[in-house]
């Protein structure tokens, strides 16, 4: 195409349909680079939302999980289990696997823990499956947690065996738990010495959070992450 056009082009759907049956993850680049070129959103949708529905129901998390990684348009993700063109969130079904997953995907990038969760519930016997709604529910208590008081109450989170679908999230999971140890190990102690190296070390577990793992973290959780690390740095630099 040499110009932008917002009109379905005629089998269009059905060329972009054949590039996802063939490779999946080359024709999500590809369909990434061509949206953004061409704006053809709704063949785009209707390829990948068929496509989806014929993988196997031990696939589609995996699936689902590629097409969240670096979507030139976040409304893919929404779309895929939603009705076209409604505008609120109360239109999403979790009636078949690919739009609960795509649901899950799509709430923790709209940092709605409590509804991921809830997706994630819907293909937690998947592939994945536990995985995603593990990650969702830490995340949901976690994001709860907003005084020091709450964070040193806080259970640490259980950590994904390997291999796991999100290595990176996990490893912030882990920091985050360590957080949560070292929190308790200030409301507890008496001396004054221990408070104050405990302090230390977890705001320096925070700021590898926000200035180093966030690079490698998943775009969908991504923000959800670094506000929970944010909130919690400033919420124990103030007890510092």
């Known amino acids: 195409l040499s110009r932008i056009t917002l009109l379905p082009l005629p089998g269009l759907t059905s060329t972009l349909q ?3 049956q063939q490779d999946w993850e080359t024709a999500i680049n590809n369909l990434n680079q061509y949206f953004q070129y061409s704006r053809q959103f709704i063949p785009v949708l209707a390829a990948v ?4 529905s014929q993988f196997p129901e031990a696939e589609i998390i995996y699936r689902v999980s590629r097409l969240a990684e670096n979507p030139s348009d976040w409304q893919l993700l929404k779309y ?5 063109f409604s505008f609120t ?3 999403i079904r979790l009636d078949t696997p690919a739009r609960a997953a795509a649901a899950g ?3 923790l990038h709209q940092q709605d823990t409590e509804k991921a969760e809830t997706a994630f519930a819907v293909v937690r016997s998947l ?3 536990e995985e995603m709604y593990s990650l969702a529910q830490t995340l949901h208590r976690f994001s709860q947690a907003a005084t020091f008081n709450s964070i040193a109450s806080l259970e640490v989170a259980p950590i994904a065996a390997e291999p796991s679908l999100r290595p990176q999230t996990w490893q912030a999971i882990s920091s985050l738990n360590r957080v949560i140890a070292e929190v308790a190990l200030v ?3 008496d001396s004054q010495e221990t408070r104050k190296l405990a302090l230390k070390r977890i705001i320096r577990e925070l700021r590898d959070i926000i200035d180093q793992q966030a690079a490698n973290l998943p775009l969908a959780e991504k923000a959800l992450i670094l506000s929970i690390a ?5 919420c124990c630099s103030s007890s510092l």
């Open 89 to 91: 969130d109360s239109q």
């Open 230 to 234: 944010q909130k919690w740095k400033t």
């Open 105 to 107: 995907f799509w709430y």
């Open 80 to 84: 895929a289990s939603a009705k076209l």
């Open 127 to 129: 592939a994945y499956g």
């Open 49 to 52: 939302n068929r496509v989806l």
């Open 18 to 20: 054949q590039w996802l």
């Open 187 to 189: 409301q507890r102690s």
